[in-house]
């Protein structure tokens, strides 16, 4: 999956939330890009895995990860000194993530919401939930039109950032 990327002069600790088809790609995209990487996996089974075969243990997404992605099943860990969150968890635990995620989140951790879909019965968006969560917290969105399975393929694939603050829709853009 290794892309030609820019290089970029600082080596950013990002943890990536979810071990999802779509969480395992950015992972390995991050690290790809010379990011410190946590992906923060539910199951502790599942975790040392992940870490033992650097690849997905459940077959779901053909990507494996680089060096500089470490999985682990404790949120605290894999959030302890990062600057970004890249919460990549169905929406159905998105608040329970996001309650855990603010027990555990340093200060001026922003959040990039990458989870797809609205929540019933009001329509919200999984942002608004993260940003409900994390006050103080700085939220960005990441959406498609993109499928996991052809990102890693290194399929051409399109990708949005959008966040009221311009600079840091630059910064996860970036």
Do not use: Y
């Not at 959406?143 to 890693?152: K, T, V």
């Amino acid at each position: 999956m290794s892309r030609d990327a820019p290089s970029h002069p600082s080596r950013t600790r990002i943890a990536v939330l979810g071990a999802g088809a779509w969480g395992s790609v950015l992972a390995a995209l991050l690290g790809e890009r010379g990011h410190d990487v946590r992906l923060w996996v539910r199951d502790p089974e599942r975790a040392a895995r992940w870490a033992e075969r650097r690849r997905d243990p459940l077959g779901r997404t053909p990507v494996a990860l680089p060096a500089a992605v470490r999985p682990t099943a404790h949120l605290a860990e894999a959030v302890a000194d990062a600057e970004a969150a890249f919460a990549v968890v169905p929406n159905a635990a998105l608040d329970d993530v996001a309650a855990r995620l603010r027990a555990a989140a340093p200060r001026g951790l922003f959040v990039v919401s990458c989870s797809k879909g609205l929540f019933p019965p009001d329509l919200s968006r999984p942002s608004a939930h993260l940003a409900a969560a994390l006050p103080g917290s700085r939220v960005a969105v990441l959406s498609g039109p993109n499928l996991a399975n052809e990102i890693a393929a290194g399929l051409p694939a399109a990708a949005t950032v959008a966040a009221r603050d311009v600079g840091l829709a630059e910064l996860v853009q970036g």
